[in-house]
């Protein structure tokens, strides 16, 4: 069984930075691709980062691209997602997912058929 547990949200003041974790268990991870996403109340979910099982091919959606930055330890089985410059904007519930699709397409890698379970996710809230 699939078993992923994120960390590392909190509260910031916009302008901060915060570095997301996820950790997958149940799986070898390094055959897995692992997203990043986002639910905000009221919101739609939003597939905020993307990263092959090589660390290889990265994707970002527009409303983060240039701020946050995914990245890969395979070693240690973990994907961070680096939170810079956070806006009000960017206050949600973080989660990840894992998928073993060869997903190439940054317009639709977040497609929600592509994707397998996830974990509780990690809040992150940015004060103004």
């Known amino acids: 069984e699939v078993q992923l547990v994120e960390s590392g949200g909190g509260l910031v003041q916009a302008g901060g930075s915060l570095r997301l974790s996820c950790t997958a268990s149940?799986?070898?991870?390094?055959?897995?691709?692992i997203g990043w996403f986002r639910q905000a109340p009221g919101k739609e979910r939003e597939g905020v980062s993307y990263?092959?099982?090589?660390?290889?091919?990265?994707f970002y959606s527009d409303s983060v691209k240039g701020r946050f930055t995914i990245s890969r330890d395979n070693a240690k089985k973990m994907v961070y997602l680096h939170l810079n410059n956070l806006e009000p904007e960017d206050t949600a519930l973080y989660y990840c997912?894992?998928?073993?699709?060869?997903?190439?397409?940054?317009?639709?890698?977040?497609?929600?058929?592509?994707?397998?379970?996830r974990g509780q996710g990690t809040q992150v809230t940015v004060s103004s």
């Open positions: 149940g799986i070898t991870f390094d055959d897995w691709n």
């Open positions: 997912r894992v998928t073993q699709v060869l997903l190439t397409s940054e317009d639709h890698w977040s497609t929600d058929v592509f994707w397998g379970p």
């Open positions: 990263i092959d099982s090589s660390g290889g091919t990265t």
